[in-house]
């Protein structure tokens, strides 16, 4: 599976992006989908997932009540809306898939190596 991510951008403190991920190669629907972020200097940083289905959505405290995860099946392509941005969201976001399990698992949705495809990476730059 190829992934591409894209959305980011520079927006002031306060500000919304939505950040895409367009997957491409086999069944977008065959696997839950997560979120990562790496700031400068920083371990990657678990974001946001969602199952297959989108029945069922989780996301890291720092984000909870401001991102929101969904993704359309139909088109291939998952996505990160994220409002009241903050500096410390500064980041290369990157979307990857995994199997549904690793979703559902507290344990492993959050761990980088339980996801198996991963996109290129878009920049989110919030100012001050």
């Known amino acids: 599976v190829q992934l591409q991510a894209s959305g980011g951008g520079l927006v002031q403190a306060g500000g919304s992006l939505r950040l895409s991920c367009a997957a491409s190669?086999?069944?977008?629907?065959?696997?839950?989908m997560g979120w990562f972020r790496q700031a400068p200097g920083k371990d990657n940083e678990f974001v946001a997932a969602?199952?297959?289905?989108?029945?069922?959505?989780y996301y890291a405290d720092s984000v909870t009540g401001r991102f929101i995860i969904s993704r359309d099946n139909a088109k291939n392509t998952g996505y990160l809306q994220m409002y009241s941005l903050k500096p410390e969201d500064t980041a290369v976001y990157y979307c990857?898939?995994?199997?549904?399990?690793?979703?559902?698992?507290?344990?492993?949705?959050?761990?980088?190596?339980?996801?198996?495809?991963w996109g290129q990476g878009t920049l989110v730059t919030v100012s001050s």
């Open positions: 990857a898939l995994a199997s549904d399990d690793s979703i559902w698992s507290l344990a492993s949705r959050g761990s980088p190596a339980k996801y198996k495809y």
């Open positions: 969602i199952t297959w289905s989108g029945g069922n959505t």
């Open positions: 190669g086999r069944t977008f629907s065959d696997y839950g």
